[in-house]
């Protein structure tokens, strides 16, 4: 989810961007701009479309380190995100600074929060990717999807200040036929500080309009919002898509060259996209780690016509006006082998999130309670419990794949659509002869629900219709 800055921090970056203002302005004004394709028919509406996706650690990742996975890692980046989640919807205000001025330049701050800069902590959303074409002729780049984020970015030359290592080369505006910079006057501009939670900047020397899209582990990029054409498929006709074009991406994204953005919002690849295809997409998340090297692929689908499956269960999407473009359900029940925990109904009255970005469910801590004790009778009777780790603190000794007797949870919402979980879904394996149950308690008053137990559904996001549904077993 999208956090702000410290404003020592955007101080510094917005300094040394605006050092090199003039050799990207120049970069910038050499690149030809014609034949954009734009859908101006509101009715045209192909056939979805469909593209792999991978786990950043999957068997078959091209994204994946060549360093051993580390579990300790993974739990840091999810609390990283979680906080940032939970800070957003606590609606804190950050600290402002004053407008930054060059002789050739000025670019106006946003109001930021107040968080340290940190490094080596990855991106949160980093989790699955899918490979997209960008401008005229098309170059692909393998992208992170984020439900949580709504302003798509990918990295640019000439990387005036920094750009991480990616496995795709880096994208060269110049080579592109299509692309343009958006003005600050433009519409799209003007809608970024709902989009990103910061304000745009203006480029005095070209005009153009500079975003700053910033996450709770304080990974950030700065660039110009910019505008070329997209294309998913070879086969498929391209689309106009706005996105930002980075010239200083700072955390640890892995390889990937950026972020597409899937939440509810108009600068979205979902907004941008559904007076063509719809407003509608679903995916299924492949099971994570390389560990699971029989697992089947995923995919994203973008259109209504994914929606089609008669499988589907679905529940209302709710809204929240502190965060319109995060996907909310009504989480009413939960249930191990079959019966229901025992806790209150009161108790899973907080915000509950869906989140492709985010790997362990959290859970109130009255819920988590009710659901560690209920799990824990029948897992304690066939198998040792084992230590904790970190804030995984329900774990058991033994494999995933030696456990036969797992009781199955399921997570019922409301209308009855439920994620009736399977022990990989429920059970995540830390190390050998060490298995935790994939949950955690949430110190603070929300639910999330994450893309762990996701993992293998088909889940289709209605958002026309303001519903969201989940089809089991749903990966290719």
């Known amino acids: 989810m999208l956090q702000r800055l410290p404003s020592a921090v955007y101080k510094m970056r917005l300094f040394w961007f605006l050092v090199f203002s003039s050799y990207l302005a120049i970069a910038s004004s050499v690149v030809e701009v014609q034949g954009m394709y734009f859908d101006n028919d509101p009715g045209h509406k192909k056939e979805d479309m469909q593209l792999n996706l991978y786990h950043v650690k999957g068997h078959d990742s091209s994204l994946s380190s060549t360093s051993p996975f580390s579990f300790s890692e993974m739990i840091r980046n999810d609390e990283e995100r979680v906080r940032s989640l939970h800070s957003t919807l606590a609606n804190k205000e950050g600290v402002s600074y004053s407008a930054i001025t060059s002789s050739s330049d000025k670019l106006r701050g946003p109001n930021l929060v107040n968080t340290p800069l940190k490094s080596g902590l990855s991106l949160g959303s980093g989790n699955?990717?899918?490979?997209?074409?960008?401008?005229?002729?098309?170059?692909?780049?393998?992208?992170?999807?984020?439900?949580?984020?709504?302003?798509?970015?990918?990295?640019?030359?000439p990387c005036v200040i920094y750009c991480h290592q990616q496995v795709?080369?880096?994208?060269?505006?110049?080579?592109?036929?299509?692309?343009?910079?958006?003005?600050?006057?433009?519409?799209?501009?003007?809608?970024?500080?709902?989009?990103?939670?910061?304000?745009?900047?203006?480029?005095?020397?070209?005009?153009?309009?500079?975003?700053?899209a910033s996450y709770g582990d304080t990974s950030f990029s700065i660039g110009y919002l910019s505008q070329d054409v997209l294309t998913l498929t070879p086969s498929e006709t391209p689309s106009s898509f706005v996105y930002g074009c980075g010239q200083d991406n700072q955390g640890l994204f892995g390889k990937a060259a950026g972020i597409i953005g899937l939440a509810n919002d108009k600068l979205s690849m979902l907004g941008q996209l559904s007076n063509k295809y719809g407003n509608a997409f679903s995916y299924c998340l492949p099971t994570s780690f390389s560990q699971h090297s029989s697992s089947p692929s995923g995919f994203l689908s973008i259109g209504t016509s994914s929606l089609t499956s008669s499988t589907y269960k679905f529940?209302?999407?709710?809204?929240?006006?502190?965060?319109?473009?995060?996907?909310?359900?009504?989480?009413?029940?939960?249930?191990?082998?079959?019966?229901?925990?025992?806790?209150s109904a009161s108790s899973y009255n907080v915000p509950t999130i869906i989140d492709s970005g985010t790997v362990i469910t959290r859970l109130p801590e009255a819920v988590y309670n009710a659901l560690q004790k209920s799990f824990v009778t029948i897992m304690s009777k066939k198998y040792a419990q084992a230590p904790g780790f970190s804030i995984l603190d329900t774990c058991f000794k033994g494999s995933v794949k030696g456990m036969s007797t797992v009781p199955e949870i399921e997570m019922i919402f409301h209308g009855g659509a439920g994620l009736p979980l399977e022990p990989h879904n429920s059970l995540i394996e830390i190390e050998k002869d060490l298995t935790c149950l994939a949950f955690a308690r949430s110190s603070n008053p929300i639910s999330i629900i994450g893309n762990y137990q996701q993992q293998t559904f088909k889940v289709a996001y209605d958002v026309a219709n303001s519903k969201i549904g989940f089809a089991a077993r749903g990966c290719n």
């Open 128 to 157: 699955y990717y899918v490979k997209i074409g960008l401008g005229t002729p098309a170059k692909y780049f393998s992208v992170i999807v984020d439900t949580g984020s709504s302003l798509s970015w990918l990295q640019c030359q």
């Open 168 to 212: 795709d080369p880096i994208f060269t505006p110049s080579t592109s036929k299509t692309y343009k910079t958006l003005p600050c006057s433009s519409s799209q501009c003007s809608s970024l500080k709902a989009s990103t939670l910061n304000a745009p900047g203006c480029s005095n020397a070209t005009g153009a309009c500079v975003y700053k």
């Open 315 to 343: 529940t209302p999407l709710l809204k929240n006006p502190r965060i319109p473009s995060l996907y909310f359900l009504d989480l009413t029940t939960i249930t191990v082998a079959g019966k229901p925990i025992v806790v």
